[in-house]
């Protein structure tokens, strides 16, 4: 059972930068990947970003939806057992609730892998809210 648990939202105003987190409180070991997700009132929740969970930080992949490709960046430290999303130049329309998945099943990751698979496991969100 993998348990996860994000934190860092807050209010920013627009250019202005936050870093989400997530702990693994449980079940490290049979992570594959962890992922970024938000969903803003009224829309469909959107793919932020993914990152493979094992070896070192160098050889890690990652992945990015086109809206944030630039200004955010998915990065982890196995040893706090986290994952991280530096988000910067941040625009009103970034304003969601933000979540973080992980996923067990391993296998061959892209960028629309990262998008529509089947995560096991969520976070229970934090608010990002982004004035003008």
């Known amino acids: 059972q993998v348990q996860l648990v994000e934190s860092g939202g807050g209010l920013v105003q627009a250019g202005g930068s936050l870093r989400l987190s997530c702990v693994v409180s449980?079940?490290?070991?049979?992570?594959?990947?962890m992922s970024w997700f938000r969903q803003a009132p009224g829309k469909e929740r959107e793919f932020v970003a993914a990152?493979?969970?094992?070896?070192?930080?160098?050889?890690?992949?990652?992945y990015y939806g086109n809206s944030v490709k630039g200004r955010f960046a998915i990065s982890r430290d196995n040893g706090k057992n986290t994952g991280y999303l530096q988000m910067n130049s941040l625009k009103p329309e970034d304003t969601a609730v933000y979540y973080c998945?992980?996923?067990?099943?391993?296998?061959?990751?892209?960028?629309?892998?990262?998008?529509?698979?089947?995560?096991?496991?969520w976070g229970q969100g934090t608010q990002v809210t982004v004035s003008s």
């Open positions: 990152i493979t969970w094992s070896g070192s930080m160098i050889t890690s992949e990652t």
């Open positions: 449980s079940g490290t070991a049979s992570i594959y990947a």
């Open positions: 998945a992980a996923d067990t099943s391993g296998g061959f990751w892209d960028t629309l892998r990262a998008t529509f698979a089947d995560y096991e496991y």
